[in-house]
């Protein structure tokens, strides 16, 4: 799982990691896998079981509902912990508190699901309580990069914990399906036991490192003061437009994808699981080891431009066509997902003050939840407009495609204008 080659990274002037950091940074994200797997499997196949009941446009206020709560918890959780952390012990207590939330919210879910349950009301309240306890998490694990990883490694030390995220990513997509036709609960039970484990290794990897020290923000500012006093950087305030766009793209291809297969193309979702996503998990497990390597090596923008265009580009070929052929391109197109979703905090760190790691990293996962707040909700509402007329055939599932290709197509000018940036060229 290695960002890049030690022979490589000698070469380009960049020292290579050693095991010890190798091992550590592989504990430090090892969380990610967890959190990916379990938002992952309610985003897809929860809409699975109250389609029939909601219909689109509820299906992606509900899947959108992930985003509401990015949009203002990680920023009062990270900025609180700012004010009240002097070491990295302080940090636990977020930790353990926001995971035990997430891990009980879906057993919950799996035990509602394995009643019969399929009512969007009856899943409305397990859902706050989860995704409260998934965004909480992030911004304190987020704040544990800047204060335990020097900048030279923050690329490499970001596809460790992006490697880890895909490949939760893709067993929620590949297993889920198959789970689900094994038991409708299993898929939810899964990924809560692993959630819990993956939580249990980042605190192991901790333990040594406890008493480490962090800038503590004792300027006296609220959440919101240290938030837009972060934002006065054109640098970090285009990095997170950019996360909500990425985001925005990629919430609402988890809240439809399932149902364009199922629905749209007349497809079972074991299909879905065993041709489709194997392809995109493909794709994901290949960039994603290297994508931070990379970035060291030949810039954070030219990588992101590239993968923004290239993630886009394929999203519009499955709106007009389910031809075979289109499925070649699957692995490319997975493979700039993975680069945008494992890179972009590591640019972020090389911006940041020392004093506000928490704060940053709440910022961050505000813009990463305004995307998903809208993605699905957008994306929902152009499946029903065009589900009569311009993609009639799919039920107007098609759509969705473009509306994820529109999002990355604003995020590549973006990125671009920091061509110029020092911090991340």
Request: negative net charge.
């Given at each position: 799982?290695?960002?890049?080659?030690?022979?490589?990274?000698?070469?380009?002037?960049?020292?290579?990691?050693?095991?010890?950091?190798?091992?550590?940074?592989?504990?430090?994200?090892?969380?990610?896998?967890?959190?990916?797997?379990?938002?992952?499997?309610?985003?897809?196949?929860?809409?699975?079981?109250?389609?029939q009941a909601s219909g689109p446009v509820l299906v992606g206020v509900l899947i959108g509902a992930e985003g509401f709560f990015g949009i203002f918890v990680p920023a009062i959780i990270g900025a609180w912990a700012d004010r009240t952390s002097t070491r990295v012990r302080d940090r636990v207590p977020f930790l353990l508190a926001c995971a035990a939330a997430v891990v009980v919210a879906m057993t919950t879910v799996g035990v509602v699901a394995a009643l019969g349950g399929r009512s969007f009301a009856v899943f409305v309240g397990v859902l706050?309580?989860?995704?409260?306890?998934?965004?909480?998490?992030?911004?304190?694990?987020?704040?544990?990069?800047?204060?335990?990883?020097?900048?030279?490694?923050?690329?490499?030390s970001r596809s460790f914990e992006g490697t880890l995220r895909v490949i939760g990513t893709g067993l929620a997509l590949v297993g889920g399906g198959l789970l689900l036709d094994v038991w409708v609960a299993l898929p939810f039970l899964a990924a809560a036991l692993v959630a819990a484990v993956c939580v249990g290794v980042l605190i192991t990897a901790l333990r040594s490192r406890f008493d480490e020290p962090v800038e503590r923000d004792e300027s006296g500012r609220s959440s919101w003061q240290a938030n837009v006093a972060l934002l006065r950087d054109r640098g970090i305030r285009t990095m997170c437009l950019c996360e909500g766009l990425w985001n925005f793209a990629l919430a609402a291809l988890r809240a439809f994808v399932v149902l364009f297969f199922t629905v749209g193309l007349d497809r079972s979702s074991t299909f879905v699981s065993t041709v489709i996503f194997p392809l995109v998990a493909i794709g994901i497990a290949v960039a994603a080891p290297f994508a931070g390597g990379v970035a060291d090596r030949h810039g954070y923008v030219r990588v992101l431009v590239a993968a923004s265009a290239i993630y886009a580009a394929g999203m519009v070929l499955p709106a007009f066509t389910a031809s075979a052929w289109v499925i070649v391109a699957i692995p490319l197109v997975a493979a700039g997902a993975a680069t945008v979703m494992t890179i972009p905090f590591a640019v972020l760190m090389r911006m940041l003050p020392a004093e506000g790691h928490g704060a940053a990293s709440g910022l961050f996962g505000f813009s990463r939840g305004l995307g998903s707040t809208l993605g699905p909700v957008v994306a929902g509402v152009v499946v029903v407009l065009t589900a009569d007329n311009v993609f009639e055939s799919t039920e107007g599932y098609a759509s969705m495609w473009l509306v994820c290709s529109a999002a990355l197509l604003l995020a590549v000018p973006l990125m671009w204008s920091l061509r110029d940036d020092e911090r991340v060229r």
């Open positions: 799982m290695s960002a890049m080659s030690d022979d490589a990274a000698t070469a380009t002037g960049v020292t290579p990691l050693t095991w010890p950091e190798r091992r550590f940074y592989l504990r430090l994200g090892t969380p990610a896998l967890g959190m990916a797997l379990v938002v992952t499997v309610v985003s897809t196949y929860l809409p699975v079981l109250v389609e706050v309580v989860l995704y409260a306890g998934y965004y909480g998490f992030l911004a304190p694990h987020w704040s544990l990069y800047p204060d335990l990883v020097p900048d030279e490694h923050s690329g490499r």
